[in-house]
């Protein structure tokens, strides 16, 4: 397989992808932008049929799986929802694997979708490696890894496409396996050049940060935030690779920063969203960017019903 990205097909991609994923709302918010102390460009990836912005790359990858394989996948809950979701419209077979503490809210979204879940290991990236072998042991499976497909970061950098009606300084990428800034960060580096590409990672989770910095995947001992959907512990190499030609720079937020961007996010855009989903805010929150106008992407709005009832409360 041919693993470097083409902006080429992103922009195929875009006139590919199940419109229910693409064209989603973007806009300077005036009180986030007083919040922030800047104008701040806001993507929103959570009104979907998945709640996220992982139907863009599901979509854009499943196309070219052969109807008699069963896809084998690890996820948080968002990309195997994505990945459910694809399969469902094509009649395909999805087993996803997902850590022991998987937020049960995205678990049981999995399931309604159709997906079959095993739930196996400590954390993400022990679901991971179960269901690599599992696959191996299969040989009817396809294994897909969110991270390492090009089509899915593919997929994902449709969202740069949509951004580029809107002036960037500095563009905020939430960063988990890396598919998303990458996928974004190849596009923009080309078409609009002058935009920065910051990745944003959790402090507690800091592992794609430290790899983007020494050049080659380096693995933290564990990954210890709220924020499940960018807990990664184990880099892929690729994206690593990615990341290192498309992204100026990775920042990383503490859990206090992403906890008050849920409650500005809830009190100035009204909207309810995983702690994931806000880190892009939560940098604005603790960190200085030169180039200005700021923009960042709310990349998923499936919370815990625990959180979802502090929030509300």
Known sequence: MNLSLSLERIERASDLIDPAFLHTPQYVHTGLSRRLGRDTVIKVETLNPIGSFKGRGADHFMRGVPLDRQVVCASAGNF???IAYAARARGLEVRVFAATAANPAKVAAMREL??????????????K??????????????????GHDPRIAEGAGTIAVELASMEVGTLLVP????????????WMKERSPRTKIVGVCAAGAPAMAHSWREGRPVSSPQAATAADGIA?????????DWMREYVDDVVLVSEEAI???????????????????????????????????????ITGGNLSD????????
Do not use: K, M, W
Request: proline letters at 4%.
């Open 80 to 82: 195997g929802q994505a």
């Open 114 to 127: 159709g997906a079959r879940v095993e739930l196996v290991g400590a954390d993400f990236d022990e679901a």
């Open 129 to 146: 490696a179960a269901a690599r072998a599992y696959a191996d042991r299969h040989r009817e499976c396809l294994f897909v890894e969110d």
């Open 175 to 186: 960063v988990g396996n890396g598919a998303l800034i990458s996928g974004i960060g190849c």
């Open 232 to 240: 990664v512990r184990v880099p892929v190499p690729v994206a690593v």
């Open 259 to 297: 906890r008050e961007a849920l409650f500005v996010v809830r009190d100035t855009l009204g909207l309810l969203v995983e702690p994931s989903g806000v880190v892009g805010v939560a940098a604005a929150l603790q960190h200085e960017f030169a180039d200005a106008p700021l923009a960042t992407i």
């Open 306 to 313: 625990d959180l979802r009832a502090e929030l509300t409360s």
